[in-house]
């Protein structure tokens, strides 16, 4: 359908709209206009990513002379596919309607593990020994030598791409990842070079949350986007954590050792190059080889020319991880531009972080006293630091080291390095000699941890001329600003359209005895509550078809529960009914069981999945339809609070951005239990219940923090029930769900919009919708 | 006390909690309390089931398996007095009225106990013989099957003749299926041998259920409470349109045997003992039989009467569905205020008209009520007749 919102004609794939849908372009759009950043909460499927990029699209026709860019950020590979398949959709629709002027190019980028169509590199394991293998075969040194040497494998897809160079172009349209390797396989062309080459020219382009905010990515893929684009985080209610982690670096025991390792490995090389030379010289045949590069690398030092960039220009794969503002434009100190005084530097630096580690004690420092004790015991100054990352990248290029893969742990520590040189504040470090649960094994760890989210998107807002962060779960929308450090035009919350009652949320606040149930840490061993929440799921399990999902408040708690049901036969009455499936720590174990899962509700024998909030599973893994009629929250999912980073992290909100250390926590934990229970509804045809099993989440001050679209669902009587009420409403809600119903909603309640009813509505206003 | 402490709730409470009575009323604008109006929508049922099914070929022929699942959840007591006797119960009511809607047909009755499939009854056009096998022994026990239980009917309905419809309708009270093997190849074999699954849920929605039914073409319905039960299993009794590849026209060999003589001695065929009177003789090979409509067990003959033939005719001429009249036209003020099938006024309380129809031909007009009694029982329109 065709349909104007203000100015912008917008064309939208399908002949209905929700309302909720149109409010949201709408809002969008005013903030597309006000050139300024929004945060918009729309649950899971009502269609907000179709309404987000037909209207960006449709806003881009609408304004010929300035064409802006849309740049979609999704968290996995499996979204950003289901993104372009909508886009793809979407992309037809309008040129059918509008010809081939409405033709786009858009495309999805991804890591070359997800790209590669060279079956000797893909052979590799992991991502990065895809990267490695691939580099073995590109890096241009390889390929220099190859022209001497046939013997040097060579990859023919890149090849043929650079023989292609400026003709190597994406004909307009929507490409996958599968789309793209098809074109490369087809051409001959690498699909991963090509993306990257095409990104510039590209009108979307959807790709991961890294390769904007993590500063080591983000450096050379994102660096030539320009300002008039619209970013969308995507699924983004977990973007400060990931902000955190873009900045964040641990650092263990084994790191050092592989770091010592690489180092052995970088002197070789540096000593075979003289060695070289000295061959050379006696034998006096050639001119300057290897130790000739070491040398011209240092002359180009002293220089001070831009560590970056001088290189052969396709070569680039570590980029700083400091923010591009951060980085000083300045030469590399003396003290380590010959590349052994580099070498020894990074030495002591590695010797002082083992003395480091042997610690006893939990130890929790600032930068700054790091910095300056590092200064007075390893000699290493705070600017020597600084330059780390920078000075490896060029040593390793110099060295043409192209097993990358190896290198990581040395790569680890430079970062580190400049990290700490780097931020004197929204840093700590914390060094803890074992894991606080298991004291008895030391397992020393030394983190470099972020605690101000704003600090990696700040470069994002400043840059793009606006940020749209949206999410099925973005409750309380207040707070985000806050956390990020940003003041958006827009920031709303869209409750979903509904024609039947299709979810069912429940507080369950006291087991069948009435004794109040929670995982509160002073109840949550008690056997009482353990064989409540147990016979919960035993009566649910026979009451509630095909699958049934349970959210624990941590693998600890859950080991614990499993094994206390197991003694007590109540796993045993559960099996009666249901298979049982847990999560476990081990992603191919998880996968699997997930995988068995699906089946046994497929082939109806009916299952359990025992999982963790803020696991794997909680994050990304719909249970849509059969796979999930039930979600049984137990307990609030807080952090760890005793963590240290926990604690560290807490203060600085509290310091920096008066944000007090409850609210935080209670913001973050009911955050993941809606994130947990929305696994269960993905669409408004599916149907499902959500049992939030803790007498906490009756108080209100709790309960509040929920995101609307559950709120509103959440009725009075549904408060405060016990298991045998919640055994009876699940009974009467499964049966009346099982109904056929109709799907336009004739019954009153409109929420499937015609091409008139909006045009009738842009008369009147959209206050008047019905909800 | 004791008995208090042991499941939370005294037995006078329970039949309360239960039953859940007072959520049936409802408050009407003055404040009284009166029980839910529910009959609007099940007109609107009625009339949408109506439109959906008329002028399209039909099965006559059918030969229908009930599976009963008599598991372990058929013992729960949210059906009152539990959902066992309740399925028994509707499940007798239906037999007669398919036996009255669908003479020619057949039935054979299935039941699910610990995990496997018993044959109660097999195919055969006696409804007392089908409901004597299903009163007999009713306990629920162990888990439910539904692979076995459609491997066992997929085994006797290969056997009918191809002109026959071959149906399955299950009545799963559980909400697991414990299967011995991979439930879908047997899905698709039904789905191959042409058989129409339809299964009613007595608690919630089964993904499996919904994917044999959308497979094989049945009907997949989830019962609500013992009338919406009820009426589920009636909604099976006319039947089914045929599928496509029995749609052409099959001329069926069928016997029309005789009465036999008053005092006539003869060897039953179906009992095998003497009996005297009464019964009927094939008349191709002269066994006697005793009920009609059946297959002489000797030849092999259908055997049916004529009027069997006539019950099963109006299937396919159905009358046309009437035409709801609005409220407020002015025909309707000139012509009939009282309905011609009851007779009864049409204008309610406070002068209020009641909603009625009225036929497409004669244009009389009829209440609501006379409106399901024509076209589910009497299969003629009393205005249309009466012009002959």
């Not at chain 2, 419809?165 to 299967?179: F, K, N, Q």
Request: proline share 4%; aromatic share 8%; hydrophobic share 40%.
């Amino acid at each position: 359908m065709i349909f104007k919102i203000e100015d912008v004609t917008v064309y939208f794939p399908y002949d209905n709209i929700y309302p909720e849908q149109y409010e949201y372009m709408v809002e969008l759009k005013r903030a597309l206009d006000a050139k300024g950043h929004c945060l918009l909460e729309m649950p899971t499927g009502t269609g907000k990513t179709i309404a987000l990029l037909s209207l960006i699209t449709s806003y881009r026709l609408s304004r010929p002379d300035s064409p802006i860019k849309l740049v979609y950020c999704t968290r996995t590979v499996h979204e950003m596919e289901k993104t372009l398949g909508e886009l793809k959709l979407l992309h037809d629709y309008q040129v059918r309607h509008l010809g081939t002027q409405a033709k786009i190019l858009a495309l999805g980028l991804s890591s070359r593990k997800n790209l590669c169509v060279n079956t000797k590199v893909l052979a590799a394991e992991n991502r990065d020994s895809v990267d490695a293998a691939c580099r073995k075969r590109t890096a241009s040194w390889v390929r220099a030598l190859s022209t001497e040497n046939p013997n040097v494998e060579l990859c023919d897809f890149f090849e043929n791409y650079e023989k292609a160079a400026e003709n190597a172009l994406l004909p307009p349209g929507v490409y996958t990842l599968e789309d793209l390797r098809a074109f490369g396989k087809n051409r001959g062309w690498c699909p991963y070079f090509l993306a990257r080459h095409m990104i510039q020219f590209a009108n979307v382009i959807v790709y991961s949350y890294q390769y904007l905010l993590d500063p080591k990515v983000a450096g050379f893929i994102s660096k030539e986007l320009q300002k008039e684009s619209v970013v969308v985080f995507d699924e983004a209610h977990n973007i400060d954590n990931v902000c955190i982690e873009a900045l964040s670096v641990s650092v263990r025991r084994v790191t050092l050792e592989g770091a010592n390792r690489n180092l052995n490995k970088i002197r070789q090389e540096i000593d075979s190059s003289y060695y070289i030379i000295e061959i050379v010289q006696l034998v006096g045949r050639f001119k300057a080889t290897d130790a000739g590069r070491l040398r011209a690398e240092y002359n180009r030092l002293v220089e001070g020319l831009a560590l970056r960039g001088d290189l052969s220009g396709g070569d680039q794969w570590l980029a700083n991880p400091a923010l591009p503002h951060d980085i000083l434009k300045e030469a590399v100190p003396g003290n380590i531009r010959r590349a052994e005084h580099f070498v020894h530097v990074l030495r002591r630096l590695l010797q002082y972080l083992g003395v480091r580690l042997d610690t006893e004690n939990v130890e929790k420092e600032s930068p700054v006293s790091f910095v300056s004790s590092l200064n007075s015991q390893a000699g290493i100054e705070q600017k020597t630091l600084k330059f780390c990352y920078d000075r490896l990248q060029s040593l390793m290029l110099t060295l043409e080291i192209t097993d990358t893969d190896e290198f990581l742990p040395i790569q680890t520590v430079c970062d580190f390095a400049t990290l700490v040189g780097t931020y004197a504040r929204g840093f700590s470090i914390i060094i803890e000699p074992y894991d606080e649960r298991m004291p008895h094994i030391p397992d020393p760890i030394l983190q470099l941890s972020c605690h101000d989210a704003s600090l990696a998107i700040k470069p994002v807002f400043d840059r793009f001329q606006s940020v749209v962060i949206t999410s099925g779960t973005l409750s309380p929308i207040d707070l985000y600003p806050r956390l990020l450090n940003f003041t958006p035009v827009v920031s709303r919350s869209f409750k979903m359209s509904m024609t039947r009652d299709c979810i069912c949320p429940m507080v369950l606040t006291r087991g069948s005895d009435q004794l109040p149930v929670s995982t509160k840490f002073d109840m949550r061993s008690d056997p009482g509550v353990v064989r409540n929440y147990g016979k919960l799921l035993v009566e649910m399990v026979s009451i509630v078809p095909d699958g049934v999902v349970c959210f624990f408040v941590s693998y600890s708690y859950m080991d614990g529960i499993i094994a206390t049901w197991n003694e007590t036969g109540i796993l045993k009455e559960i099996m009666q009914q249901k298979l049982v499936f847990i999560e476990t720590q081990d992603v191919v174990e998880t996968t699997l069981a997930l995988d068995n899962y699906r089946r046994a509700c497929d082939c109806g024998r009916g299952a359990v999945f025992f999982s963790v909030a803020r696991g794997k599973v909680a994050e990304g893994i719909d249970f849509d339809r059969h796979y999930g009629r039930l979600v049984v929250m137990y307990g609030v999912p807080f952090q760890y609070t005793l963590s240290k980073i926990l604690r560290a992290r807490l203060e600085y909100l509290h310091d920096t951005f008066q944000i007090k250390e409850g609210d935080f926590l209670t913001f973050d934990a009911l955050r993941q239990a809606a994130q947990c229970v929305g696994r269960v509804i993905r669409s408004k045809a599916d149907y499902g219940m959500m049992i939030f099993a803790d007498k906490r989440y009756s108080r209100h001050d709790k309960r509040s923090k929920l995101p609307g679209w559950i709120l509103s669902h959440l009725r009075d009587a549904h408060l405060n029930l016990s298991t045998d009420m919640a055994i009876h409403i699940a009974r009467e809600f499964l049966r009346k769900m099982a109904q056929p119903y109709d799907k336009a909603g004739t019954m009153g309640r409109k929420t499937l919009l015609t091409q008139e009813d909006l045009e009738k509505m842009a008369e009147t206003g959209v206050q008047d919708m019905a909800y | 006390e004791e008995e208090d402490d042991e499941d939370g709730i005294g037995e006078w409470e329970r039949a309360y909690v239960d039953d859940r009575s007072w959520e049936e009323l409802q408050e009407d604008e003055s404040g009284l309390l009166r029980p839910i109006d529910n009959s609007a929508i099940y007109h609107a049922q009625y009339r949408r089931r109506l439109r959906a099914g008329t002028r399209i070929q039909k099965g006559l022929i059918r030969y229908l398996y009930i599976v009963i699942d008599f598991s372990r959840a058929a013992a729960e007591m949210d059906f009152r007095p539990s959902r066992m006797a309740i399925m028994a119960k509707h499940v007798e009511a239906f037999i007669r009225e398919f036996f009255d809607q669908n003479p020619l047909s057949q039935i054979g009755l299935v039941s699910i106990k610990n995990g496997v499939a018993h044959t109660l009854t097999d195919l055969g056009g006696s409804p007392e013989t089908h409901i004597k096998a299903l009163m007999g022994k009713l306990e629920a026990l162990g888990d439910s099957s539904l692979q076995n239980a459609l491997e066992l009917v997929h085994e006797h309905l290969n056997q009918v003749p191809s002109y026959g419809h071959r149906e399955v309708l299950i009545l799963y009270s559980a909400l697991c299926t414990c299967d011995p093997g991979d439930i879908m190849e047997t899905i698709q074999k039904c789905k191959k041998s042409k058989l129409r699954c339809s299964v009613i849920g007595l608690s919630a929605e089964m993904f499996i259920c919904k994917h044999l039914c959308q497979e094989t073409g049945g009907l997949y319905s989830v019962a609500v409470d013992e009338v919406h039960l009820k009426d589920l299993l009636l909604e099976h009794a006319p039947p089914p349109p045929a599928i496509a590849e029995f749609a052409i026209a099959n001329l069926i060999k069928m016997g029309f045997p005789q009465r036999a003589a008053e005092g006539s001695m003869a060897i039953c065929s179906c009992h095998k003992e003497v009996k005297i009177g009464a019964g009927y003789m094939c008349p191709r090979c002269k066994a006697r039989v005793c009920d009609l409509p059946t297959e002489c067990t000797i030849c092999g003959l259908t055997l049916v009467s004529s009027p069997h033939l006539a019950r099963s005719y109006h299937h396919l001429f159905p009358i046309a569905p009437f035409d709801e009249v609005p409220a407020l036209s002015d025909n309707r003020r000139k012509l009939g205020k009282s309905c011609f099938g009851c007779q009864q006024s049409l204008i309610g309380a406070g002068n209020k008209p009641v909603p009625c129809v009225t036929c497409r031909k004669c244009k009389h007009y009829f209440c609501l009520d006379c409106d399901i009694y024509i076209h589910e029982s009497l299969h003629n329109c009393p205005g249309c007749e009466s012009i002959h």
